[in-house]
């Protein structure tokens, strides 16, 4: 994506055109009519991130108030959308202030709603108090006139807050993963819905507290990635502040759950792909390149030829069984439940991958009994008496004591993946 700069009469002469737009379309349908843009002072109209920013605040829109009709225009001269509205101005206009409040991204929006025509122009709804200055908390209007903060203040800042909301965006994907995780029932062995698995240690609250503990770093370890591209750090140094990161992550999970481990596997897989989601976004690349840019972070700091297992090995080979995984709740989700698909996908990881959990409590003949078992319910094929199947799986992993933490890691983080990749990347950043 090519960033340009715009001359002022181009930039007059986009404003007039788009002001066209808008009284055209006020004329031919007679409704409420908003016109969103994004507000950057300067002479470059689109910034890095600003697109994708843009689609998803389209869709903020769409969803809030009934459109009849939408359209977007991409130019380097500055994104722009007309929505064509079934409510009335003041109740379209009364949403529109509450979406540019939303968030602290909503603040470089203009979201302006327009109902009939004045004096040949269209009439502008005004809105209730005075919007507030980017970097101080005064009028916005009064900075704009006094130029008090100087036009490459103004863009790093709005840059930051579109990094802040990717960050904050990323981390809610990392926190709804582990919930949707630990709320998938049944799940043979582990911490459920239903019951504690094989573990006495913990229940299902343990994992809400530890999920809560370790949401803020994720934001952390985001926030890091996107510091490290301005900062032109090397992949190795990053990794190095990553870890520290990750090492506070698993002292607040610690004290979250009083000692107890349940989420260290998550802290690492997904904090990898956490940043591997940033680097995507820093490089204009697509959601399919996030795996190679978080095995590129493991792999700086690899000594040696040392073989790995688990977390560790599916970060070096650039996440194979997560990717698979994520794939296949897609799939399943087509013709099952949300619960039901990621049940079918713990099943089918089950036959993937070496648990080292249940290695270490089970040794080599608990994990032939997994995959058996995973195996022998598999080709129930999908039906209703699959999750029965499952419901004595469990009770048998619980006499057996084997608990799959292991295969539960990968389903979070292809959960993960997918949320990655609905709320995000699925706005592109390629639209012209
Ligand atoms: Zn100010």
């Not at 005064?138 to 006139?145: D, G, H």
């Amino acid at each position: 994506m090519e960033y340009i700069a715009i001359s002022l009469p181009e930039i007059m002469e986009h404003r007039e055109k788009r002001t066209m737009r808008t009284a055209e379309l006020i004329r031919k349908h007679q409704s409420t009519v908003v016109c969103m843009s994004m507000n950057f002072i300067g002479e470059y109209k689109v910034l890095k991130h600003s697109r994708l920013i843009f689609n998803m605040f389209c869709e903020k829109v769409l969803r809030s108030t009934q459109v009849r009709f939408h359209e977007v225009e991409y130019s380097t001269f500055g994104d722009y959308a007309h929505f064509v509205c079934e409510e009335n101005p003041e109740a379209v206009k009364a949403k529109m202030c509450k979406l540019e409040e939303s968030c602290e991204v909503g603040r470089l929006f203009d979201i302006d709603v327009y109902y009939g025509m004045e004096n040949d122009s269209p009439a502008k709804i005004s809105r209730e108090g005075l919007r507030k200055c980017l970097i101080c908390d005064k009028p916005a209007i009064e900075c704009s006139r006094s130029r008090a903060h100087g036009i490459e203040a103004v863009r790093s800042h709005s840059i930051d807050i579109m990094k802040r909301h990717l960050a904050t965006l990323i981390s809610e994907c990392a926190y709804d993963s582990l919930i949707s995780e630990v709320e998938t029932t049944p799940k043979p062995g582990l911490v459920d819905k239903n019951n504690n698995g094989s573990h006495t240690d913990m229940n299902i609250n343990s994992f809400y507290a530890s999920s809560l503990a370790i949401k803020p770093f994720y934001y952390d370890m985001a926030l890091e990635t996107f510091k490290s591209f301005d900062n032109n750090l090397s992949i190795f140094e990053l990794m190095r502040r990553l870890q520290a990161i990750g090492r506070a992550a698993e002292t607040a999970m610690m004290s979250a759950t009083i000692g107890i481990n349940t989420q260290l596997g998550a802290i690492y897989t997904i904090g990898l792909l956490s940043c591997g989601v940033v680097m995507s976004l820093e490089h204009s690349q697509c959601f399919d390149a996030i795996p190679n840019y978080a095995q590129s972070l493991v792999l700086s700091v690899k000594v040696g030829d040392i073989p790995s297992f688990g977390a560790r090995f599916e970060a070096e080979n650039a996440f194979p069984n997560i990717l698979a995984t994520t794939r296949r709740i897609q799939i399943l989700n087509n013709e099952h439940n949300f619960n039901n698909s990621c049940v079918f996908a713990l099943l089918e990881i089950m036959l993937l991958i070496d648990d080292t959990n249940v290695l270490r409590r089970g040794g080599e003949s608990g994990l032939i009994f997994v995959r058996e078992q995973a195996k022998r319910i598999l080709e129930f094929n999908y039906s209703n008496e699959m999750l029965k199947a499952v419901l004595d799986f469990d009770n048998e992993m619980i006499r057996r004591n084997l608990s799959p933490g292991g295969c539960a890691d990968i389903l979070a983080a292809a959960i993960f993946m997918l949320n990655i990749k609905q709320r995000i990347f699925e706005y592109g950043y390629t639209q012209k």
